[in-house]
């Protein structure tokens, strides 16, 4: 096995159980008012994510536009086939995910996800008060984030989160 895999193997198989859940539609793409909400949540997660780096002595993870979108595709999966989890729908791991979005040649990737909380602040708070989430953002070793935050009327969550990080050779 590569080590870029082994060290996936890793972070992913840390991580797996912790899909976060704390309290069941077709997520249809975002437009006008909705996508710049979206957008300012996704901001906002970055920004907070990097807060609590800062504080912890790590560097800022800077924003990657592929892994945002292998992000935002997955939890828009999520809210699709009304799930949490970090397996897709048809069986897509995280570095499926992020090779297919362009993402490649990485050393390191991780990936967060959550659903119900409907504040980019709430959602970090609760990732920050879960071991493997929290081992994920404060992973100083990791360099790049992309987002996805998928609101889904009619469904069992209602709000869908990722965050993939990643660093590279």
Request: hydrophobic share 45%; charged share 10%; with cysteine.
């Amino acid at each position: 096995m590569p080590v870029s895999r082994y060290l996936a193997t890793i972070l992913v198989g840390t991580i797996a159980s912790t899909a976060l859940l704390t309290t069941s539609a077709s997520a249809a793409p975002a437009t006008g008012a909705a996508a710049a909400s979206a957008t300012s949540m996704q901001k906002a997660v970055v920004q907070l994510t990097n807060a609590a780096r800062r504080k912890a002595g790590c560097p800022a993870l800077k924003i990657k536009p592929a892994l945002h979108k292998a992000a935002q595709r997955h939890s828009a999966d999520m809210a699709k086939h009304n799930y949490v989890g970090h397996i897709g729908s048809h069986g897509s791991t995280i570095v499926d995910r992020v090779e297919a979005s362009g993402y490649t040649g990485w050393s390191a990737l991780a990936e967060n996800v959550a659903a119900v909380h409907v504040t980019a602040a709430g959602v970090v708070k609760s990732w920050m008060n879960s071991p493997g989430h929290r081992a994920n953002i404060l992973n100083c070793s990791l360099e790049h984030i992309g987002v996805g935050y998928v609101k889904q009327a009619g469904s069992a969550h209602g709000t869908y989160w990722t965050q993939n990080f990643g660093a590279k050779f």
